[in-house]
């Protein structure tokens, strides 16, 4: 079977309504994929600083961070769950990627340029947004960054499923939107 990673960086954890929307589509998912799950709130993860940047310079990398990476690299298929904060993603989940996107493991470079080492093709982003802000954009800054990561890792298929308004909309409505997305996604999931 192939296998899919799955980060969880619903913060809110079981609160969440992009964890909502994300649960059935991964339940989905698991029918085609043996599903890892990395839980962003779990790994507790301090922003890469100075004495670690100085240490990766030197050719330091921790273990935590080559198996992260090496999860990233080898898997067939990731779906990144996160709510939209500030305009973008949860800086946990950027420490994750800042920590995990690693030379010579997710990336490498040439005499010219960088180019993705990962060998998924294809990746999904599960998000809601609280203010009507859609995919696309300008303000909405947390595709165009994932997509631009992504790309740098290799990965170049890149479906979102996301919802808006989730701060202003009634409740019954943000149940409608929560069942259409995953309706959405489990389709998407069909094919992914
Ligand atoms: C720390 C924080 C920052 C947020 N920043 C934004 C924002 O910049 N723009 C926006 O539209 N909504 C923002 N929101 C609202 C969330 O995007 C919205 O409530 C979303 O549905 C939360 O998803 P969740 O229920 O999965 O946690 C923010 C919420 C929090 C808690």
């Known amino acids: 079977m192939k296998k899919l990673l799955y980060i969880d960086s619903c913060i809110r954890g079981e609160l969440s309504r992009t964890k909502k929307i994300a649960t059935p589509i991964i339940e989905k998912l698991s029918e085609r994929y ?28 921790s273990e935590e961070a080559i198996s992260l990476a090496n999860k990233i690299k080898n898997a067939d298929r990731i779906v990144i769950a996160a709510p939209f904060w500030d305009m973008s993603i949860p800086a946990a989940l950027k420490t994750f990627f800042e920590l995990c996107s690693l030379f010579h493991v997710t990336f490498d470079s040439d005499d010219k340029t960088c180019y993705g080492l990962c060998k998924a093709e294809n990746a999904m982003f ?60 489990i389709k998407i999931a069909e094919t992914f």
Request: hydrophobic residues 40%; without cysteine.
């Open 126 to 185: 599960i998000t809601t947004r609280g203010m009507k802000i859609r995919t696309g954009e300008p303000l909405e800054q947390a595709t165009p960054y994932l997509k631009a990561l992504f790309w740098l890792w290799g990965i170049k298929g890149f479906e979102v499923v996301a919802r808006e308004n989730f701060d202003y909309l009634p409740q019954e409505e943000i149940e409608k939107e929560i069942s259409s997305a995953i309706e959405e996604g």
């Open 34 to 61: 043996e599903v890892e799950t990395i839980v962003i709130n779990d790994l507790e993860l301090r922003p890469v600083q100075a004495e670690e940047n100085r240490r990766r310079a030197g050719g330091v990398v």
